[in-house]
């Protein structure tokens, strides 16, 4: 038997070439087999589909790479919820742009692990050089600024209550009821108090509530203010939270996941006046920023305060190696092993600049704004809000709750259309759209709200 060829190396690309035509053909007929943003027929169908492509799963003979990959490609792209069709709009779930995805193809391809500097060499550089550049964008007046990178916001918001924690032992977590199910989780995993919440009846942290629940609160304290939320896509009274912070001497640390982006475009970053402010920032660029998963960071002003993660072990940063000049990557990162994300970062910075990524940014929640003012002037939908960044909350005039329910269920069953699902404040429950794909036109909108229209039970 012959021994498959590798990625890597001068041989590395031709054995390669051949494989991708056939991946780009599976994906090209899996999607066209698709025809629409989710497979039809629901979870049951879909499971018997890949049940029968994947069998065996480990034969006693290999079927071949041509074949292996032309199957399961396949049959996964057919199945897959496509976030690059317009009508596939429920999640923070981007559409990742060609690039991004060619050169996540790169860095697979060589397999670095940025745990070390003898594993990862100009990766590693490339990584200080870009985490470096997106923490200026957050505080523009620290030149010392620095950023981690990680799997997302979740990893982002557990790394900043870690940090608290080890700043200044056990820190009670301040946050809205808004806030992302992360921070009680990372809790949780880190033996931190409840975090105590804050309430937020119009969808945003209440100052004053803030200011009671903080005067009734013995320090340490840590403050998180949301940027985006993920039902509403609000964004917290940044400037007075960090008022209060510094009136009751708390610390305060900004989920940026989903909002953080808007940074990138004069016209939108004035949402996010006073993020500077924070101690700690999570951004997330595979939401706002089409990158494939994972692309997330969380930024600090001082970068003295991630000194906490610092961990020896003599095999990857020996004291002497480290002396000797060899960067000490093992304190980048809770995770020991993991992938040069910083790569496909890199490129689309490179490639688009800050007018292209402004241009997806304000293209984006330019879509937002015109789905929300087509369903305020539409007699047959009751809209939430004005959109903050790109999610529309909306609901037909006249469904209940349940049939509001069943109709997002039924669509999806369908494969018709991906629309989420948010419950605000008030208790009632409304259809999200998160609009992230900018190649998505007003034809698209029409189309979205005719298929409602038509579904929804009279």
Sequence with gaps: MNTPPLSGGTAGPAALR???????????DGAAARGGPLPAGGPDRTAARVRAAAHPVLPGTGTGAEEALRTLVTTIAEGAADPADPLCAAHLHCPPLALATAADLAASALNPSMDSWDQAPAASALEALVTTALAAEVYPGHPAADALLTTGGTESNQVALLLARERHGPVQIVC??????????AAWLLGLPAPVEVPAPSGEMDPAALDTALTGLRPPLLVVATAGTTDTGQIDPIPEIADLCETHGAELHIDA???????????????????ERAHSVTLDLHKLGWQPAAAGLIAVADP???????????????????????PDLLGRSLRTTRRPDVLKIAVTLRALGRDGLAHLVDRTCALAAELAALLHAHP?????????ISTVLFRPTTADDDTLA?????????????????????GRLWLK?????????????????????GSTPR
Aim: net charge negative.
């Design 18 to 28: 051949p494989l991708l035509s056939t991946v780009l053909d599976a994906l090209h």
């Design 176 to 185: 809205g009821a808004n806030a992302h199910h992360s921070l009680h989780r």
């Design 257 to 275: 996941a989903y909002g953080g982006p808007l940074l990138f475009s004069p016209a939108h970053r004035t949402k996010l006046t006073g993020i």
């Design 304 to 326: 003295t305060r991630l000194h906490a993660l610092n961990h020896t072990a003599d095999y990857l940063n020996a004291d002497d190696d480290t002396e000797a000049g060899l």
């Design 380 to 388: 047959a939908f009751e809209l939430y809000a004005h959109p903050t």
């Design 406 to 426: 069943a109709l997002r269920r039924t669509l999806l069953t369908e494969g018709r259309a991906v629309l989420g699902r948010a419950r605000t404040a008030d």
């Design 433 to 453: 759209a998160t609009l992230l794909n900018p190649h998505a036109t007003t034809g698209d909108l029409h189309a979205l709200l005719e298929l409602l229209e």
